[in-house]
C-alpha cells in the first residue's frame, strides 16, 4: 500500500492520506467494473434484447429510482452494521448482474428488470464506501479525501470502457459478461483482505434514532440537497445532453466530441488533488457557489452555434467547477451530518445523482424539442444560478460566513498542502 501512496503522489500531485488506501484500492477496481458495465448496458439491450428507445429509457429511469432508494438504504444499514459489511455486501452481489445479463438470453421484460435492478444493486455499498471517508480521516482531510477518491473513480472509469471493448471484439457477449463478472470479484476480494472493520473517526456506538426522521426535521441538509439536485441536473446535463445539441444542432462530428470527452477524466486525474489542495483555505460557501456557477453559465455561450475553440473552453470552465463542486459537497454533507447517521445523510444525498440522470435528458430535451438549444441552455445556468444560491444559504447557516470552525481552515491549508 506504501507503494501505491507514493505511486499516487507522483501523478497527481497530492498528499494521500495512507488509512484511505484501501478505499482507493476498491473504488479504482469497483469503478473499472462498473465502467465496463454501463458503457455497454444500453448497446446490450438494443442489439441483444431489441428493445426501443422507450422501453430502454424506460429501464434506466428503473434504474435511477432503486438508485435513489438503494443509496439511502445502504447508507443507512451502514450506520447500524457498519461500513465494512455494507462495502463487502454490494461488491459480493455485483457478479450477479453480468451473470443475470447471461442467464436473461434474449427475453426482452426479463432484461428490462435487470436494467432496473442496476441501480439498486450498484449503490447499496457505495454510500457505505462514501461514509468510511470521514470515519477514517479528521474533519480538517474530508475534502482531499473525497478528492482523492473521486481521481481514482475516474480513472477507473477511463479503463473501464476500453477494457470492456476488447472483450466484445466480434461483439461475443457472453465473453463479455463473463468478464465484466470476474471483473467485479476484484473489488470484493480487495475489500475483504484491506477494508477495515472500524475507522479511528467513527461512532463510538450504532444510533438509537430514526435516520430518516433526522433528516426530514434538519433544513439545513434538505436546503443543500435541494441545492445538490438542481447542480446534478446541470452535472448531468453535460454527459448526457451536451453531446446531443453539439453533434445536431452546432455541426459538430461525432469524433469530435468523442476527442473533447477525454479533456474531463483528464483534467480530473492531472489536476483534482492540486486545485483541492490550492482552494483549502477557501470557506466552504464561497467554493461550493462558485463551483456550480462555473458548472452552469458557460452553456450560455451554446445558445448560438459557436467555433470549436469555444465549445473547449465551455468544457475546460465546466471541470473546473465540477472539480470543486464533487469534493466539497460530500465534505459538506460529512460535516452537516450527525455522526452517528452520516452513512444515511451521505446516502440519500448521494439520491441526488440518481435524480439527475433521471429528470436531465427528459425535462432538457423535451424543453430542446419544443423551444430550441437556447432555450434549454437558460433553463440548466437558471438551474445552476438557483443551486449556487441555495447551497451558499444552506452553507452559512450551518458553518457562518468564514465555513469552518476556529482554526479549521489553517489546519486544512497545512493539510492539504502536504
Known amino acids: 500500500m506504501g507503494g501505491l501512496q507514493a505511486l499516487m503522489r507522483r501523478l497527481f500531485g497530492g498528499e494521500i492520506d495512507r488509512p484511505l488506501l484501501?478505499?482507493?484500492?476498491?473504488?479504482?477496481?469497483?469503478?473499472?467494473?462498473?465502467?465496463?458495465?454501463?458503457?455497454?448496458?444500453?448497446?446490450?439491450a438494443i442489439k441483444r434484447l431489441d428493445a426501443s428507445n422507450f422501453q430502454l429509457a424506460f429501464g434506466f429511469l428503473g434504474a435511477a429510482t432503486s438508485g435513489a432508494i438503494g443509496g439511502y438504504l445502504g447508507g443507512h444499514l451502514s450506520d447500524r452494521l457498519g461500513?465494512?459489511?455494507?462495502?463487502?455486501?454490494?461488491?459480493?452481489?455485483?457478479?450477479?448482474?453480468?451473470?443475470?445479463?447471461?442467464?436473461v438470453g434474449t427475453h426482452l421484460?426479463?432484461?428490462?428488470?435487470?436494467?432496473?435492478?442496476?441501480?439498486?444493486?450498484?449503490?447499496?455499498?457505495?454510500?457505505?464506501?462514501?461514509?468510511?471517508?470521514?470515519?477514517?480521516?479528521?474533519?480538517?482531510?474530508?475534502?482531499?479525501?473525497?478528492?482523492?477518491?473521486?481521481?481514482v473513480q475516474n480513472l477507473g472509469v477511463t479503463i473501464g470502457p476500453p477494457l470492456g471493448g476488447l472483450l466484445l471484439l466480434g461483439q461475443n457477449w457472453t465473453r463479455f459478461f463473463v468478464g465484466a463478472a470476474c471483473a467485479a470479484i476484484v473489488p470484493f476480494v480487495l475489500a475483504l483482505r484491506f477494508i477495515p472493520r472500524r475507522g479511528r473517526y467513527a461512532p463510538e456506538a450504532p444510533p438509537e434514532r430514526s435516520s430518516l426522521g433526522a433528516i426530514v426535521r434538519d433544513r439545513v441538509f434538505l436546503l443543500f440537497f435541494l441545492s445538490g439536485t438542481f447542480s446534478t441536473l446541470v452535472y448531468v446535463a453535460y454527459e448526457t445532453v451536451l453531446p446531443i445539441?453539439?453533434?445536431?444542432?452546432?455541426?459538430?462530428?461525432?469524433?469530435?466530441?468523442?476527442?473533447?470527452?477525454?479533456?474531463?477524466?483528464?483534467?480530473?486525474?492531472?489536476?483534482?488533488?492540486?486545485?483541492?489542495?490550492?482552494?483549502?483555505?477557501?470557506?466552504?460557501?464561497?467554493?461550493?457557489?462558485?463551483?456550480?456557477?462555473?458548472?452552469?453559465?458557460?452553456?450560455?455561450a451554446l445558445t448560438k452555434t459557436g467555433p470549436?475553440?469555444?465549445?473547449?473552453?465551455?468544457?475546460?470552465?465546466?471541470?473546473?467547477?465540477?472539480?470543486?463542486?464533487?469534493?466539497?459537497?460530500q465534505a459538506v454533507v460529512a460535516r452537516i451530518a450527525p455522526a452517528d447517521i452520516r452513512?444515511?445523510?451521505?446516502?440519500?444525498?448521494?439520491?441526488?445523482?440518481?435524480?439527475?440522470?433521471?429528470?436531465?435528458p427528459f425535462v432538457g430535451l423535451q424543453v430542446r424539442g419544443t423551444a430550441g438549444d437556447a432555450a434549454m441552455w437558460i433553463l440548466f445556468t437558471s438551474l445552476a444560478v438557483v443551486g449556487a444560491v441555495v447551497g451558499f444559504i444552506a452553507c452559512t447557516r450551518a458553518f457562518g460566513l468564514t465555513g469552518a470552525a476556529e482554526g479549521e481552515l489553517e489546519e486544512a491549508a497545512v493539510a492539504a498542502a502536504g
Open 83 to 103: 461500513r465494512r459489511p455494507l462495502i463487502l455486501f454490494g461488491w459480493a452481489i455485483a457478479p450477479l448482474v453480468p451473470l443475470g445479463a447471461l442467464s
Open 343 to 360: 452513512g444515511a445523510y451521505i446516502g440519500a444525498f448521494g439520491s441526488t445523482f440518481s435524480i439527475g440522470f433521471a429528470l436531465t
Open 308 to 329: 470549436l475553440p469555444v465549445v473547449a473552453a465551455v468544457i475546460f470552465v465546466f471541470v473546473i467547477g465540477e472539480m470543486l463542486w464533487v469534493p466539497t459537497s
Open 245 to 300: 445539441s453539439l453533434v445536431d444542432s452546432h455541426g459538430m462530428a461525432p469524433s469530435t466530441w468523442g476527442f473533447l470527452l477525454v479533456v474531463n477524466p483528464a483534467m480530473v486525474t492531472l489536476l483534482q488533488l492540486r486545485l483541492t489542495a490550492r482552494t483549502a483555505h477557501v470557506p466552504a460557501s464561497l467554493k461550493l457557489s462558485t463551483a456550480i456557477l462555473l458548472m452552469g453559465v458557460p452553456f450560455l
Open 22 to 44: 484501501p478505499v482507493l484500492a476498491v473504488t479504482l477496481s469497483g469503478a473499472i467494473a462498473g465502467g465496463m458495465i454501463w458503457s455497454f448496458i444500453g448497446i446490450w
Open 109 to 151: 421484460w426479463w432484461g428490462i428488470g435487470l436494467l432496473t435492478s442496476l441501480g439498486l444493486l450498484g449503490t447499496i455499498g457505495q454510500a457505505a464506501n462514501q461514509a468510511l471517508v470521514p470515519d477514517l480521516l479528521p474533519q480538517e482531510r474530508h475534502e482531499a479525501g473525497y478528492a482523492a477518491v473521486r481521481v
